[in-house]
C-alpha cells in the first residue's frame, strides 16, 4: 500500500496547483477537496504554535509573529498618542492642567488607534465537541464574534475543501482559492477556518476528524492534488 502523505503537503500542493488553473479546471476537483484520513491522526503528536489543545476541543490563536507585530503596532500608537498629547498641550494651558485634558481627550483616539493591533493578539478560534453537536467559534476580547454549530450523528466527514474562500496577495489583481475545514453529518455542513494560515486549518480539520473517526481504520493514498 502506498504511503500517506502528510495532510498538510497535500493541502499546499492542492491550492497551488487550484492557484495555477483557471476556476473551471479546478472547481470540480477542489470542491471534492482532500478527505482527512486515520492515518493523519498522528500529526496531533506534533507541536504546533498557535494551538492549545483542550478535554473538550482546541483553540487557534494567531502565530507568535502576529502577536510580534501586534505589540510593535500598540507601541507605535503609543508614540503617536504621546505626539498628539504634546501638540494638545499649549491649547489647554489656560485650564491649568493642560498634561492632564490632554491626556483625556486623547485617550478614545488612542484607544481607536490600538483597537487593531490588540485584536490581532487576542483574536482565536475554538472548537467545542459535544455529545450531540460541534460548535466552532470566533472570539475576540472574550466575545462570541461568531458561532458555527453543526449537529452530529453516527458518520461525520471531515476535510479540506474549497467553499468560495479567496486570498489576495498585495499588489495582485488576482484572487486565488483556499481549502476551508469543511464537516459534514446528517446531510448538513458547515465551513470554517479560512482566517486561519494553512499548517493551522489542517490541524483543526485532524482534531476534529480524530474526535469523531479516531478508531476507524486507515485508507490509502493518492497522487491526485486535490481528492476526496
Given amino acids: 500500500m502506498e504511503a500517506i502523505r502528510s495532510l498538510q503537503e497535500q493541502a499546499k500542493e492542492c491550492e497551488e496547483w487550484c492557484s495555477s488553473q483557471e476556476q473551471k479546471a479546478y472547481l470540480p476537483f477542489a470542491r471534492k477537496g ?29 502565530k507568535s509573529l502576529g502577536a510580534v507585530i501586534g505589540s510593535l503596532l500598540v507601541v507605535v500608537a503609543l508614540m503617536i498618542w504621546a505626539t498628539i498629547v504634546v ?19 486623547s485617550v478614545p483616539l488612542f484607544l481607536l488607534l490600538a483597537y487593531l493591533p490588540v485584536r490581532i493578539i487576542v483574536l482565536e478560534h475554538q472548537v467545542v465537541f459535544g455529545d450531540d453537536a460541534m460548535v466552532l467559534r470566533l472570539r475576540s476580547f472574550g466575545r462570541t464574534e461568531k458561532e458555527l454549530r453543526l449537529a452530529t450523528d453516527e458518520e461525520v466527514a471531515v476535510g479540506l475543501a474549497f467553499r468560495d474562500q479567496f486570498y489576495s496577495v498585495e499588489g495582485a489583481t488576482r484572487y486565488y482559492p483556499i481549502l ?10 458547515v465551513a470554517c477556518g479560512e482566517k486561519l494560515p494553512l499548517e493551522q486549518r489542517v490541524r483543526l480539520a485532524v482534531l476534529i476528524d480524530h474526535y469523531y473517526n479516531g478508531s476507524e481504520s486507515a485508507g490509502s493514498g493518492t497522487k491526485n492534488p486535490c481528492v476526496v
Avoid: C, K, M
Fill in 34 to 62: 482532500l478527505r482527512v484520513l486515520p492515518a493523519h491522526h498522528g500529526e496531533l503528536a506534533i507541536p504546533l504554535a498557535g494551538y492549545e489543545p483542550r478535554p473538550d476541543g482546541g483553540v487557534f490563536r494567531e
Fill in 87 to 105: 501638540v494638545l498641550y499649549p491649547w489647554f494651558v489656560w485650564t491649568g492642567a493642560p498634561a492632564v485634558f490632554a491626556v483625556i481627550l
Fill in 180 to 189: 476551508s475545514v469543511v464537516v459534514s453529518s446528517g446531510g448538513q455542513e
